[in-house]
């Protein structure tokens, strides 16, 4: 679902009005039974009915006291608090929200309590937005009695505190019909420590990752872990450490790992596997990356690095982009039209993804659909004129059926269903933001539920059969701003197309995940647009992401893979003005082997900007005169619609002909060619005499006088291959004068250094190589052959190259190899440099601690042994010092504050660089303590 506490002027999850010019009443047939909420502690008590209701004085007793916006259960709600000792009749009464159409009227014979609590479920009849207002009036509907205004959702409601009296705040928890709740907990750790800041490439010493207490109270860290993209990479913070109340704590993670262009920073409790915070980048920072403000903003690139200190955030930058980035918009690729596709207020609010599963023919499929609130999984037929609940069957669909999680209970927040290429007989997987029960706690998950066997038996509702809780591996998020997307994309595409995966760095190999089916899943963040794939385990409910996507969009509302087309779409919402973007595995380029964006698409013109969380695309055999149906969810229900429908151009059918391939030889000139009828012509291929990879041909092929046997295909644009020709061409005589080309590089080693490579070609006078010839090789100079001769001869290959075995360098000085043959010059190949190898780099050092003060201090000292001059780096954990043009036998020593009570043994690190290259020692120290 939209968060809308990120943007400015969005709808919510809620059922939000529709613009001013298109706002129309609900009919009052239409209107659900009003849902009122009374406190269970005044339900309880035996006295309730003995107390006289009043209406008076309503205006100082009775006020708005909390309100939700977004995402509560069953939707929207505003609270009531009556502060009178005695009960007060509210028959009559009305709420509004800022438009005076949308009246919600309290029911005859409605009391609150005497110091009593009443909520109102007012979303039967209008939905709260993000920004908005609660406003309480008596019967006549023009007297105000109370009211609040807000300009953005809160996370997770807005209540008065304390209740009745107070100001309003954002609460610590959602209390409907019950005290607010407002007394903050305790800081801790996991609450008030913020990753703050990252260095992935600069830094002084090294990366390094900086961590910000947000609260007023000290906070100990020792123990805790810091981790990148790697779980095996581990930086475990010392003992004693603490970070001060509004301090910040720079860590050198270099000293165990080293932060990539595209990796993580992810900040863990001591038990490894529990997440605090965590931030990703997908290419390095010119200075460093943070957050603006200081652990509460979202990261952007800062304007200076600002390691241990407050973040430089320069001038202010937007950080929340409307459009993508990539290719320019495009005109929707189909009709502009649109039009409504369910039956009005049918579904009603909160409906979110979409799943089209076909009928294998022309006519029309199934249409999957979820609801994020109360989680609801549809099985939509056609009627002929609109799309309704499915009611054939025992186990008919005629109401949904209510999701909750494996073991029956929660109402998971469904944001998107997809199925494998089993359809739903494989199960329905719903991606999912949180538990709304729990709402102010963000569960990324993907649920399994199966969707046909359970389903027929008649139940009402489903409990996941799998849950993948993907919190660990994901960017710390809101709870409303998680899992919004899902799709599967099959195995044999991928591998197909080439798909690296990110964890190995090679291409994707679906046998390195056992049990995790015949494709991967794709889900996509609402919080940061990006899309994330994962290999889940079907069997123990483990996970492993393959790769990380940029979608272009600041979120992502739904993803659809497009079979036929090879087309991977990725859905935005009303934040983005409703566009889609085309991502593509990249056949070259330096994405390649990776999705990226090739095309983004505006919304039909005929679609207003509604907020459009689900997607989903008819198959190629339901194409009527070029086009094909799509589907758009509405989780607002604009005008009373959840379902929208519009078409899309056909997929071109696939080029199944192959390419025509020929080969002409003029002389000893190869040249291939080809035609395509379908796609067209992509590449010709050749394979030369016993060589088993295919060459890429790009230009005619000069061969030489040898005899060849030659090998070509062409592959069109599609992917379709020819079959395999081949050509011989025999062998001719070495025309004129033979000579002899040097082959080969000047080199420098040391002594007993080796070179290989050098050799000589041999050409006839038309530059032809002349083939099983032999060519003297000589050495003279300090150096060998291997094996210690200085002389052999070798045979030209089909190249006319023969190779000179391997050089040995066996004393300082220069080694010359020369090439000849019989009736020919003798040439001079590459000369051999034997340099005598530079001074070894050696020094003394020591480590040791002291208590100074009541805090210990590090002594690390360093004696260049060396006999030339050096660099010395002194390095702890503490710090670093580097010391310059160190003579032989001198002595450098640097004392580092830890600034800490109590020091465990460790050991610092003594780094020399000269001339010899660079040499790291470690220098060990004992724990020390003030205590």
Known sequence: MPDARNRDALRGESDRAPPEEVRSIVPARWRFPVGIVLAAAVLASPFVGLQTATAAPVSSSVKINEVESSGGTPGDWVELANTAATPVDLSGYIVKDNDDTHVFTIAANTTIAANGFLALDVETAFGLGASDSARLFAPDGTTLVDSYTWTSHANPTYGRCPDGTGTFTTTLASTKGAANSCTPPAPTVATSVKINEVESSGGTPGDWAELVNTSAVALDVAGYIIKDNDDTHVFTIPSGTSIAAKGYLALDVETAYGLGASDSARFFAPNGTTLIDSYTW?????????????????????????????????????????TPTGPTAEAWPGAASIATADQNGAIGGNLSGLAYDPSGTSARGTLWAVKNGPSTLYKLKYNGSAWV???????????GKSLHYADGTGDPDAEGVTFTGAGPSGGAFVSTERNNSVSSVSRPSVLKFDATGAATSGATSLNATMEWNLTADLPAVAPNSGLEAISWISDSFLTSKGFVDEKTGAAYNPATYADHGNGLFFVGLEANGAVYAYALNQVTGGYTRVATIASGFTGVMDLEFEQESSRFWAVCDDTCNGQSAILEIAQSGTNKGHFAVTHVYDRPTGMPNYNNEGFALAPQAECVAGQKPVFWSDDTNDQGSALRSGTVNCTVIPDTTPPVVSAALAGRTLTLSATDSGSGVATIEYQLDTATAWSLYSAPVVLDGSAHAVRYRATDVAGVVSSVQTLSASATAPAGILTLQPQGVARTIEPS???????????DANLNPVVGLKIAFRITGPGTFVGGATSTSVVTNSAGIALAPVVVGTAPGSVVLTAARSGSTTIALPTITVAAPAAALTATVAASTAVVAGRVSLTVTATNTSTVPVTVLLKSTYGTKTFTAVAPGATVTQTFKTYVAAVAAG??????????????????YAAASAN
């Open 907 to 924: 050991s610092a690190t003594v780094v020399l660089t000269g001339d010899a290259g660079q040499r790291s020692l470690a220098v060990p």
């Open 389 to 399: 609940s499915d009611t054939s069957g025992t186990g008919a669909f005629a109401a």
């Open 753 to 763: 250094g080796t070179v290989s490579g050098l050799g000589a070609r041999l050409v």
């Open 282 to 322: 997908t290419a390095h920072a010119s200075t460093t990356y943070g957050r603006c403000p200081d652990g509460t903003g979202a990261f952007q690139a800062t304007t200076t690095s600002t390691k241990g200190a407050a973040n430089d955030c320069g001038p202010a930058t937007p950080t929340t982009p409307t």
